[in-house]
């Protein structure tokens, strides 16, 4: 009775395969006094070439490396296009659609235009990014570690979207600052038209609260969007390799695997510009009036109205997810950082399901 009621558990979960397989590594040598040492679990089928151990200081100090330069250099070089979608969010009635923005802007700023705000882009988004990235794989080796192999197995969706949540919330109050500045400058003509003359001003005319009013707004619109991100692309890489590519990836070379990691992330990319576009909207918003509230503002817009600018942000944040996951695999690549494989389950869920002798 137990195995079938098993079985039928494993195959009705939506989160039917594991984050990886694991294996518990062995116990330091301690002496009685120490007591016993904590359980650690490192990823199975790692390469003998690796730099550094699977969860180790090195691994998550490489991994916050990579989420900087993923992050910090794709939004900047976006910025032109985040530019003109800021604008159609936030005044609809003189922006009317992309190439009308680009118009427009060139003719009232000229070429470098299109460049305003890209400091605090620069800056904030490479701070987001090392908190988004390095603080994913510390919560999802932690969680995992608290769930057991098993329950990895079963929930590992579950553990994705809590892992990428726990990041976010401190990648947020990160980028809170320099994203209050960055919508400032792009959506207010005559306030500032660098980072340097805009922080002094912000704080002079509403002190250190006008760097965070937008966080709780931030938080509606990066926390749904990184789960969906996160997610969406370790749940696409698994189909990827199970259904499209038509070898194992253990067999494919470094290069075929950093084509499925760009295709994966774009495809994860779309659902997270929908997914959190209402809420970027409020954020622009608010940024740009600085005595509303998220929620004056939401009313506001109404229903239609959180929706502009969703054509230029779907673009925007595909390729950037999608730049951002390659850029971030390239870094564990390059640097010869643990990799774990594609999920198995693990034998012991196989014994109990009767799967195995």
Known sequence: ????????????????????????????????????????????????????????NKYYAMC??????????????????????????????????????????????????????????????????????????????????????????????????????????FADIALAPMEACKVRIQTKPGYANTLRECAPKMYAEEGVWAFYKGVVPLWMRQIPYTMMKFACFERTVELLYKYAVPKPRSECSKSEQLIVTFTAGYIAGVFCAIVSHPADSVVSVLNKDSGSTATQVLKKLGPRGVWNGLVPRIIMIGTLTALQWFIYDSVKVYFRLPRPPPPEMPESLKKKLGLTE
């Open 1 to 56: 009775m137990y195995p079938t009621a098993l079985t039928q558990l494993a195959r009705a979960n939506p989160f039917s395969a594991p984050l990886f397989s694991l294996q518990r590594a062995e116990e330091l040598q301690q002496t009685p006094a120490a007591g016993p040492a904590p359980r650690r679990l490192a990823a199975a089928a790692t390469a003998d070439d690796v730099s550094c151990a699977f969860g180790s």
């Open 64 to 169: 916050g490396f990579g989420g900087i330069l993923s992050c910090g250099l794709t939004h900047t070089a976006v910025v032109p296009l985040d530019l003109v979608k800021c604008r159609l969010q936030v005044d609809p009635e003189k922006y009317k659609s992309i190439g009308n923005g680009f118009r427009l802007t060139v003719r009232e700023d000229g070429a470098r235009g299109l460049a305003k705000g890209w400091a605090p882009t620069f800056i904030g988004y490479s701070m987001q990014g090392l908190c988004k990235f390095g603080f994913y794989e510390v919560f999802k080796i932690f969680y995992s570690d608290l769930m057991g192999e098993e329950n990895t197995y079963l929930w590992r969706t579950s553990l994705y979207l809590a892992a990428s949540a726990s990041a976010e919330f």
